[in-house]
């Protein structure tokens, strides 16, 4: 019993247990087949949508994590004078942004937090504000605090070696006008939000912009940029250049002049003008008052505008030379022939008279422009015909808009045919000057009309967009023929005698052929003279025996008994034509003769 029991039982812990094999229900199985066959298919569904379907998305995303992109910060090309000086340009700036939350410095801690208070030592000596002054900036806030704007090249670069995390330095570009007020008035300027507001700036606005386009580039997953991310010309520097026609040099002496004589007879407004006759370059356009387009906010927006482009007036007597052209170009009056000066006249029941009331007898031509008689013009303008005149007038352009690159010119303003034909009146009044008006670049152009041989040049002060320091050259001669190149030069030496015998005396200079006219109008305003007011001008041309350039002053509304061309204008036009002698290198007409040394006794 006892070995019957010994061999018989088991142990617990060699028991196993044996689970019968049951076959698996058919349902069963079929279910399982089913949702396998059901997740390929939902699966192969899925990897056609994305493949087929959404690839242009995904596609998209990839690139948006692969591919960095710099955005242009909308720079603008330059701006030069004729010689290269540099007029306007765009400077780099940085505004600096603070984010406290994450002030780390250089070797800390990834995870350790600096104070606001121990960023602001590091940065006071660098911005040149105190400590104090930027804590309080800083305050509690947490991110997106502008400590400071407009920091120059050098001193971001000092914030960016502190090389504390935290701080942001984003570049942005600042419009700067290293000339100052010299050329404001042509050159214009951008507001704040960097949107032109006058001048070339404006009318010029899509030739400044530079040719910029957004980088993108491929990276890798570090974030180095890979070169086939990298499009033809995506590196391409834009450094073109807006060349001027205008000469700094000559300009800082035109405004000197005309600011002194401007502020001596305290007149309301002046303004120079020195223009090529040959090809309509502009060398000078200086007026004043004017303002610095650095800091455009503190002047009056009325001086934003150039008025010698803008503004009409009546030219008065400088326009009698053209008139005189006219006349020997319809052959209407003999170059030798004279006219008597009686001193007053009545047409159409208007009576005429002599600036100075003064009769000066049986005359000739130089006479009356040294004189400046109007009623020897109305006498030689007599004899065109009053039709013929009018199409003179038109044909010159005096109502329509120059041919320039100045914003804003306009049209000046003639009487129309039936008015001017049927009214003796308004041929007599046009005769010296009066009865139409037009802007000063008008009379500029139509007196280089006449210096030239009879061309119509365009005035203008652009030369182009230039290269790196590349200058253009000069273009050549160019303008529509209008006049008789022999009329010219017989106007051009009747206008030499105003200078050695007339009102234009104070122009003369030793050894220099040189002819002008001066003018003192009457001002009208909405067709009415206004009492007391006028404006005078002086126009010159040199040298006479083979002219080049020529040069206008406009004085407007100079108060005192004595203000006229010859006093107010006829002085800035000789400290122009000066240093324009010596600026074009241009050698004397003749001979200068030196004083003779006195003998000892």
């Known amino acids: 019993m006892g070995k019957a029991h010994q061999f018989g039982a088991r142990h617990p812990l060699s028991s196993s247990r044996v689970v019968p094999i049951q076959p698996v229900p058919t349902r069963r199985l079929l279910a399982v087949y089913l949702l396998l066959c059901c997740g390929l298919i939902g699966l192969a569904g899925r990897l056609a949508w994305?493949?087929?379907?959404?690839?242009?998305?995904?596609?998209q995303r990839a690139r948006a994590i692969q591919t960095h992109s710099e955005a242009p910060i909308g720079k603008r090309r330059a701006i030069i004078d004729r010689n290269g000086q540099l007029v306007a340009l765009d400077e780099e700036r940085f505004r600096l942004w603070a984010h406290p939350r994450f002030f780390n410095f250089p070797g800390d801690d990834p995870q350790a937090l600096?104070?606001?208070?121990?960023?602001?030592?590091?940065?006071?000596?660098?911005?040149?504000?105190?400590?104090?002054?930027?804590?309080?900036?800083?305050?509690?806030?947490?991110?997106?605090?502008?400590?400071?704007?407009?920091?120059?090249?050098?001193?971001?670069?000092?914030?960016?070696?502190?090389?504390i995390?935290?701080?942001?330095?984003?570049?942005?570009?600042?419009?700067?006008?290293?000339?100052?007020?010299?050329?404001?008035?042509?050159?214009?300027?951008?507001?704040?939000?960097?949107?032109?507001?006058?001048?070339?700036?404006?009318?010029?606005?899509?030739?400044?912009?530079?040719?910029?386009?957004?980088?993108?580039?491929?990276?890798?997953?570090?974030?180095?940029?890979?070169?086939?991310?990298?499009?033809?010309?995506?590196?391409?520097?834009?450094?073109?250049?807006?060349?001027?026609?205008?000469?700094?040099?000559?300009?800082?002496?035109?405004?000197?002049?005309?600011?002194?004589?401007?502020?001596?007879?305290?007149?309301?407004r002046g303004v120079a003008l020195v223009m090529d006759v040959n090809n309509g370059e502009m060398l000078a356009l200086a007026s004043t008052p004017t303002y610095d387009p650095n800091a455009f906010w503190k002047f009056n927006p009325g001086l934003f505008r150039e008025w010698s482009v803008q503004d009409l007036y009546e030219p008065g007597s400088t326009f009698k030379?053209?008139?005189?052209?006219?006349?020997?170009?319809?052959k209407a009056i003999d170059p030798y022939g004279k006219v008597n000066d009686s001193g007053q006249l009545n047409i159409g029941g208007w009576p005429i008279f002599n600036h100075d009331r003064r009769a000066n007898g049986v005359i000739d031509f130089p006479t009356?422009?040294?004189?400046?008689?109007?009623?020897?013009?109305?006498?030689?303008?007599?004899?065109?015909?009053?039709?013929?005149?009018?199409?003179?007038?038109?044909?010159?352009?005096?109502?329509?808009?120059?041919?320039?690159?100045?914003?804003?010119?306009?049209?000046?303003?003639?009487?129309?045919?039936?008015?001017?034909?049927?009214?003796?009146?308004?041929?007599?009044?046009?005769a010296f000057g009066q009865g139409f008006s037009l802007t000063p670049l008008k009379l500029l152009?139509?007196?280089?009309?006449?210096?030239?041989?009879?061309?119509?040049?365009?005035?203008?002060?652009?030369?182009?967009?230039?290269?790196?320091?590349?200058?253009?050259?000069?273009?050549?001669?160019?303008?529509?023929?209008?006049?008789?190149?022999?009329?010219?030069?017989?106007?051009?030496?009747?206008m030499e005698t105003v200078v050695e015998k007339g009102s234009g005396k104070g122009c003369r200079i030793p050894g220099y052929r040189i002819g002008g006219k001066t003018g003192t109008a009457q001002k009208a305003e909405r067709g009415l003279y206004i009492p007391g007011a006028r404006i005078t001008s002086f126009v010159a041309h040199l040298p006479i025996e083979a002219p080049r350039y020529v040069v206008l002053v406009v004085v407007d509304e100079p108060q005192g008994g004595n203000a006229y061309g010859s006093t107010v204008a006829v002085p800035v036009a000789k400290q122009l034509i000066e240093a324009l002698l010596v600026l074009e290198k241009i050698p004397p007409s003749r001979p200068i003769s030196k004083p003779t040394p006195a003998k000892a006794s």
Not at 403 to 419: F, H, I, Q, S
Not at 470 to 486: F, K, M, N, V
């Open 50 to 59: 994305l493949q087929v379907v959404d690839s242009s998305n995904l596609l």
């Open 114 to 163: 600096r104070t606001s208070a121990e960023v602001a030592t590091k940065l006071a000596p660098i911005l040149a504000e105190p400590s104090q002054q930027l804590l309080n900036l800083l305050g509690n806030r947490r991110s997106g605090v502008k400590l400071a704007g407009e920091l120059d090249p050098e001193t971001a670069k000092r914030v960016r070696a502190l090389g």
């Open 165 to 268: 995390s935290g701080l942001d330095l984003e570049a942005y570009p600042r419009r700067l006008y290293p000339q100052g007020n010299l050329f404001a008035n042509v050159v214009g300027f951008l507001n704040l939000e960097r949107v032109p507001q006058a001048g070339l700036e404006q009318s010029r606005d899509r030739d400044l912009h530079r040719q910029e386009t957004t980088l993108r580039m491929l990276r890798g997953a570090d974030g180095t940029p890979l070169p086939e991310g990298l499009t033809a010309g995506a590196l391409y520097g834009d450094d073109l250049r807006l060349q001027l026609t205008l000469d700094a040099r000559l300009q800082q002496v035109a405004l000197q002049a005309l600011d002194r004589q401007v502020k001596q007879w305290h007149a309301k």
């Open 321 to 330: 030379p053209i008139n005189l052209a006219i006349a020997l170009q319809e």
């Open 368 to 430: 009356v422009l040294q004189v400046s008689s109007n009623i020897g013009m109305v006498q030689a303008m007599t004899n065109v015909k009053r039709e013929h005149f009018w199409r003179w007038l038109k044909a010159l352009g005096i109502d329509a808009p120059p041919d320039t690159d100045l914003p804003g010119a306009v049209a000046g303003e003639l009487k129309n045919r039936g008015d001017f034909v049927g009214q003796p009146i308004e041929s007599a009044v046009a």
């Open 445 to 494: 152009q139509l007196h280089a009309m006449l210096a030239n041989g009879g061309r119509l040049v365009s005035p203008h002060i652009t030369r182009g967009l230039r290269s790196g320091d590349a200058l253009a050259s000069a273009p050549g001669e160019a303008g529509q023929q209008l006049l008789d190149p022999a009329v010219t030069q017989t106007v051009m030496r009747w």
